[in-house]
């Protein structure tokens, strides 16, 4: 009887503990590894084939049973985007238009999507292609699609895993179209030397109640090498002020119409940390400090571009204080010849330190470099009368007998005779001055001549005496040719060097 009382009781036991180690060996830890996703969903059709289906008209629906893959490249963390996510396989990238909102909840960047497309639309915004639910019969003819519908999201839309790499491509301007099959489009790209224009330097990265449009460029062409980054105004970053320096930013490419655009997921995605390109338009002020003199040497034009406050300007006259002017090549981050003839403003080798003769390597090779102008008789734009030298203070307040100084260089000395520049010293007060007064300077006249014998570098003296003392707004000083140079040939090369600002 004792015996099989114990059988009776044994198997029962056996089974509670071998259940026991069952539940225990099927408790996951922190330690085991996330799930990867749907190991049964296989993609059977590239992003790039699956977009080359839709050329143009109506949204085109997709009844068979395509599926894509592809990882999330931009979610609505930010509220960048809204309604939408951009995901990307090696092929290229494509929009997915979604109702609801948050859905880096379950979409987040760098998650691998598998798209059940069969009963969605494939249509375009203004060029840029996206999956929605429906037809958008406003815009049917130009691939409006709708959103797809939140019930319906997890039956298209199958969760793979977490974390999955995103590198970006380093791309330039040049290589992004606006072509409808563009492979770049909706991809994460990565632009470098690049930095917001001098225009919008001063913005937030989207405007009060509007989305921002802002420029970006870099060194090399800042007219061609331009692209705009566009952000929404309801981003969480939209407030904050545009980054200052120069550098990488890595963005989802698109482009609306003939418009190219990017869009970033946050602040971090712009990293402009590096000095700025060397700049040709002017920028900021001179701030005069509390010591005097204040001085600006042009050593570093073809490494940081024209110091703060001083601009130069071309159709200047005794009313106007100039348009911005052209500078040759487009910046000053090549040395320039003095016998170079093309019209502009340049980085010239300064006078000091060389002779007439120097050669154009011993001029390159200069460290001691002038803000240079070369006119020619293009008209209106060709500086032939009209160029200016120009320096902007935010006041002089606090301080009297202000006092101007520079080296004024007559460089080109090429074999002959040519024509020759007058300048003059003025002032004008405020933002746009329409009134210009001429100063007193010691020599009386100054000039530069194109020819033998004219290479020169003469030190000029501008005694304010007490017309600008105290002045509590801005206060413009121009080294300007107002009048058309005198002779015929050649235009002379003319620079300025070592300018000094001394008051009591």
């Known amino acids: 009887m004792q015996n099989k009382f114990n059988h009776k009781w044994i198997i029962p036991a056996l089974g509670l503990l071998m259940a026991g180690l069952l539940m225990i060996s099927c408790k996951r830890t922190f330690t085991d590894p996330p799930e990867l996703g749907a190991p049964d969903m296989v993609a059977n059709i590239s992003i790039k084939d699956i977009k080359a289906r839709y050329t143009s008209g109506a949204p085109v629906a997709i009844t068979d049973d395509a599926v894509i893959e592809g990882v999330v490249s931009c979610d609505d963390r930010s509220g960048n985007y809204y309604q939408q996510i951009a995901i990307q396989d090696s092929t290229g990238g494509v929009l997915l238009r979604l109702a609801g909102n948050n859905h880096f909840n379950n979409y987040p960047v760098g998650r691998k999507l598998f798209v059940k497309l069969k009963g969605l639309y494939l249509g375009q915004y203004n060029g840029t292609l996206q999956f929605g639910g429906g037809v958008d019969t406003p815009y049917l003819n130009q691939g409006g699609v709708t959103l797809l519908a939140t019930n319906l999201q997890n039956l298209h839309i199958i969760k793979g895993a977490l974390n999955q790499p995103l590198v970006p491509k380093l791309v330039t301007v040049s290589q992004l179209t606006t072509s409808l099959q563009d492979r770049y489009v909706s991809t994460l790209i990565k632009l470098s030397g690049y930095e917001f224009s001098a225009a919008d330097r001063s913005k937030n990265y989207a405007d009060d109640g509007f989305s921002g449009n802002r420029i970006i460029q870099d060194c090399s062409n800042l007219n061609a090498n331009k692209i705009t980054l566009r952000t929404s105004d309801f981003s969480n970053f939209a407030t904050l002020p545009v980054a200052q320096g120069n550098g990488d ?220 003392n105290n002045i509590n707004q801005k206060v413009w000083i121009r080294i300007v040719a107002l009048n058309s140079t005198s002779g015929s040939g050649n235009r002379p090369s003319t620079g300025i060097d070592d300018v000094k600002f001394s008051w009591n």
């Open 249 to 468: 930013i890595i963005a989802v490419y698109s482009f609306f119409g003939s418009t190219k655009q990017l869009t970033i997921r946050d602040t971090t995605d712009v990293r402009f940390n590096n000095p700025r390109c060397p700049t040709f338009s002017g920028e900021g002020l001179i701030t005069l400090g509390s010591s005097s003199p204040f001085t600006i040497n042009f050593d570093n034009l073809g490494t940081a571009g024209l110091p703060a406050g001083v601009y130069v300007k071309q159709e200047a006259s005794g009313g106007f204080i100039g348009n911005e002017a052209t500078v040759y090549n487009s910046n000053f981050l090549t040395p320039t010849a003095w016998n170079q003839t093309s019209l502009g403003f340049k980085n010239y080798a300064s006078a000091t330190g060389l002779i007439a003769t120097s050669s154009s390597t011993a001029q390159s090779t200069s460290t001691n470099r002038a803000l240079g102008a070369r006119q020619t008789g293009t008209a209106a734009t060709g500086g032939d009368p009209g160029y200016a030298f120009a320096f902007q203070l935010p006041n002089t307040t606090g301080k009297t007998n202000l006092k101007l100084e520079f080296l004024l260089q007559s460089l080109d000395a090429s074999t002959g005779t040519g024509r020759t520049t007058t300048w003059r010293v003025d002032y004008g007060l405020g933002d746009s001055p329409v009134l210009f007064t001429t100063a007193t300077t010691v020599p009386a006249t100054l000039t530069t001549t194109f020819g033998t014998g004219t290479f020169a570098s003469t030190p000029v003296t501008v005694d304010f005496g007490s017309v600008l």
